[in-house]
């Protein structure tokens, strides 16, 4: 069986992406404009050259043909992607005589005069980029980001809806509208662990401006899991002893699990500046990641010094003191992060699940129901809720539960999940399995799902039928808390 959708009985770490600075801008890897990449494909830069002979290549097309724009741009291209600014602008500039309609040239000069901070510049070669190019959603993604950048959300929202209608994947476009709607709504955007986490149902027309910034975020990192870790790469290769970019790359690392170069980066910050209280923070939620707990919570005490943001330091607090068990340090911690933001269901449920840990089902099942009255049209609370009931044996109040989820959002795998194995656990194997299978195809990597269907493999007799779903199990999950399911369920097929 399964928690909630955004929570597990494991250790939740806790991150919020700061909104610290105007990102880097990111140059695409080639040419966006396909008319200009079909017209000036002789002039790509052969690979494994140096970049001495690649500069006389481009010297000699240049000689060669002194009015064509294309091996302006190309060089403009490679002058930018090697830091020379400067030099970049004038081959763009030239390839912009040579041929006033190349949108290509307009755009990297656009993103060269952006290293350099000179935004009303960069705003009117992106101007000219979308004239020339209107349904180009990759230029329209980058004026929408300058103009987030230059708090002018409106115009900047206008820009990155029609990116998204023109390009559905253009997950640039849905990561700066999501720091836009966070920027309107002054949102904490949280990070899960996890990309792949199952949703409810999301109405948009009737969502808060912070319930789109985290769908936005959460569908950005669903096209391009990497999407944050790049473009903080790109400010920092702009700028290499800006603390707030290894600080803002050490927190995308840290989303993506990759505690070690989390740990790395949020180092280097502290070392540009020792009092940068987010990269303490991350560094803490590194640790913990890393299995050190106890030099998570002193870099923590150091955080807090720093007049960090305290809610998330008391909810990282919480996660340390629940990895190493202490559970009433742990409730503690997190119920001061409540007392900070009474209206976080996100707090109710981690302190539900520490209980849960603590075995102490009512105070569970108490802020399993503050979950519900927050987020009415949540299927998690119902999901924990229901949980927490079949702990406690009454499987017809879980059944309830899971019913509920289901109805607000019929697609939800876990409820789904959690619903065949109160059936199976009441008599109904069939029908439990039934809907086991159904709820396996929407997530396929459901590890409970197949120490559910081993279950029932082994009260139908058929011990080779379990033992390959708990194989399935240890395949997808092989975290502790489905190696402890997996391991009462081999003692049982042991006869143990």
């Known amino acids: 069986m399964r928690l909630a959708a955004t929570f597990s009985r494991s250790v939740v770490a ?3 992406i700061p909104i610290l600075h105007a990102q880097a801008p990111v140059a695409p890897s080639t040419v966006s404009v396909e008319k200009v990449t079909a017209r000036q494909n002789a002039a790509v830069t052969p690979s494994g050259q140096d970049d001495l002979a690649a500069l006389s290549e481009f010297a000699r097309r240049i000689a060669g043909n002194p009015e ?3 091996p302006y741009l190309m060089r403009g291209q490679f002058l930018f992607d090697r830091g020379r600014t400067a030099e970049a602008i004038e081959d763009l500039s030239r390839a912009i ?4 309609a190349l949108a290509a040239a307009y755009l990297y000069r656009a993103l060269c005069y952006w290293r350099l901070r000179e935004f009303g510049r960069v705003l009117g070669d992106l101007d000219k980029a979308v004239e020339l190019e209107p349904s180009s959603s990759f230029n329209l993604a980058k004026r929408g980001r300058l103009r987030r950048v230059l708090k002018d959300y409106t115009a ?3 820009d990155l809806n029609r990116a998204i209608e023109l390009n559905p994947h253009e997950a640039s476009a849905y990561l700066d509208r999501a720091y836009a709607f966070a920027a309107i709504g002054h949102c904490q955007l949280r990070l899960s662990s996890t990309t792949t986490d199952a949703r409810p149902l999301f109405d948009w027309e009737k969502s808060s401006v912070c ?10 990192r669903k096209l391009s899991p990497d999407i944050l870790v790049y473009q903080d790469g790109a400010a920092i290769k702009d700028d290499p002893s800006n603390p707030l970019a290894w600080a803002r790359r050490a927190t995308s690392h840290y989303a993506n699990k990759n505690y070690g170069q989390a740990l790395a980066d949020a180092d280097r910050a502290i070392e540009l500046d020792p009092d940068l209280a987010d990269a303490h923070l991350t560094r803490a939620g590194a640790q913990l ?18 007049r960090c943001d305290r809610e998330r330091a008391f909810q990282l607090r919480a996660a340390i ?11 503690e911690a997190i119920s001061q992060a409540i007392e900070m933001r009474r209206d976080s269901s996100y707090n109710y449920m981690r302190r539900s699940n520490i209980y849960l840990e603590k075995c102490d089902l009512d105070n569970a099942i108490a802020d399993a129901d503050e979950v519900i009255r927050l987020k009415p049209g949540d299927p998690a609370g119902y999901i924990q809720r229901g949980y927490l009931y079949s702990q406690k044996g009454d499987l017809d109040t879980a059944l309830r539960d899971f019913d509920k989820a289901l109805a607000i959002d019929p697609k939800n795998a876990r409820a789904m999940e959690n619903r065949g194995e109160m059936l ?3 008599g109904d194997l069939d029908g439990g399995y039934r809907l086991i299978v159904e709820a396996l195809k929407l997530d396929p990597a459901m590890a409970d799902a197949y120490v559910d269907l081993a279950e029932i493999y082994l009260l139908k007799g058929d011990r080779t039928g379990a033992l390959k779903h708990l194989d399935n199990a240890r395949e997808m999950d092989p975290s502790d808390r489905v190696r402890d399911s997996i391991e009462k369920m081999l003692r049982r097929i042991n006869g143990q």
């Not at 319930?211 to 950005?220: I, L, N």
Request: hydrophobic fraction near 45%.
């Open 156 to 158: 900047a929202l206008a």
């Open 68 to 70: 064509s724009a294309g």
């Open 211 to 220: 319930e789109r910034a985290e769908a936005d975020m959460r569908q950005a």
């Open 289 to 306: 990641g890393l299995g050190q707990p106890n030099e998570a919570l002193a870099t923590l005490e150091n955080a807090l010094a720093l």
């Open 424 to 426: 199976f656990r009441k």
């Open 14 to 16: 806790i991150l919020v």
């Open 321 to 331: 003191f629940t990895k190493v068990k202490d559970y009433d340090k742990a409730v």
């Open 97 to 100: 005589e040579n041929d006033p």
